[in-house]
């Protein structure tokens, strides 16, 4: 008796697999790029004046919205931003504390990885540049 369910199962769970990884690539990207640029006011403006029908003059007030929007959204990210990298800060400084020297080296190769990284796709991010590794 041949066995065909095995070879369908595994080509299935890879099809996932690598639909999954390619999903999360993307997430982080595009948070990557909304944080770097904020919200798409004239997306929004569009999709919204013409799922609701809007008048010219509901749309001017709406564009009005959506920029005093768009700029709260990006000084909360700055504030945001400010504490995190305070957090890691401290963080990478504690961490330090405990470590030998040899580990202390090790360590800042990996923050120096892991900055170069991070700036990156924040350079990536404000370029659109789609090719950046989101890891």
């Known amino acids: 008796m041949k066995r065909t369910g095995f070879p369908t199962a595994a080509v299935f769970v890879i099809g996932l697999l690598l639909g999954a990884a390619a999903g ?3 997430e982080k990207r595009a948070m990557h790029q909304f944080w770097r640029r904020g919200p798409n006011t004239e ?29 709260q959204v990006m000084e909360l990210h700055k504030q945001m931003l400010s504490q ?3 957090i890691r800060a401290a963080f990478r400084q504690n961490l330090g504390g405990i ?4 580990q202390q080296k090790k360590f800042a190769a990996m923050t ?24």
């Open 24 to 26: 999360v690539r993307y």
């Open 43 to 71: 997306r929004m403006l569009a999709d919204l004046s013409r799922r609701l029908d809007l008048s010219s003059a509901q749309q001017q007030k709406l564009r009005a919205i959506l920029e005093t929007n768009r700029g």
């Open 84 to 86: 995190f990298n305070g």
């Open 99 to 102: 470590l030998t020297p040899q």
């Open 112 to 135: 120096a990885q892991w900055d170069a990284r991070r700036l990156s796709l924040t350079a990536n991010a404000s370029t659109g540049d789609s090719s950046a590794q989101a890891r």
